[in-house]
């Protein structure tokens, strides 16, 4: 199984070439605003490294979110386009999954936050075992002490928003908080690999016209609407 893999949902952008559960080529550097203008080159120069073109990719893998809004929006548009060009299905996966994944070898509770703006994050908890993360319950969108009232004991941190809430986050009394290695606050190629081995076996995929981004929002992006006064003019 060759895997392409793109995600454009952080400030960081990571791109990939996975064969079954390992990583091949990885390019994954911080280019915050040029994603749009650099993704189709950096694909290209990924796979050309692995002397590999489009007919020996069997799949293609996508951050669906959450993450920053127009990051989403590029990553899983040019996964559709690839997809429909080069005829191959989408592995769709979550951020929080992701970076959780990231974390599996801590053998704790683990939190992944993601900053959402709005002076709320994006969360999940999940359970680690023996080579196996689990989430627990569902996806979370709130303020940080919303966050920190579901959790006690010790619990391992990472995600971007733990720039804005780590000083919180410490002050909790009823946790024993652990801050993952920084480097590993956002989606990997390492996480990619682990989790779309076992969705290929599966055959769990999406076609491009069924893949979406992951809004936890219920109105991501409003528009105001112009009043009479504003008609009239």
Known sequence: MHCLVIDTTSKFLCIAVI???????????????????????????VLN????????????AVDIGPGSFTGLRIGIATAKGLSLSWDKPIIGLCSLDLIAEGQSDSGDIICPVIDAKRQQVYSAIYTCRPNKVKRKGAYFLGPIDELLKKLKGKVVFCGDALFLYRDKIKAHKAIQP???????????AASFSKLCHGMFKKKDFKTASRIAPMYLYQNTCTVKK????????
Not at 49 to 60: H, P
Not at 178 to 188: A, I, N, R, S
Not at 226 to 233: L, V
């Open 19 to 45: 064969k079954d559960d390992k990583i091949l080529r990885q390019y994954n550097k911080v280019h915050e605003r040029q994603h749009s203008v650099l993704l189709l080159s950096k694909i290209e120069k």
């Open 49 to 60: 490294s692995c002397s590999l073109s489009a007919v020996d990719i069997d799949c293609l």
């Open 178 to 188: 652990v801050l993952g290695q920084e480097q590993l606050w956002f989606p990997t």
């Open 226 to 233: 112009k009043s009479k006064t504003e008609k009239g003019k």
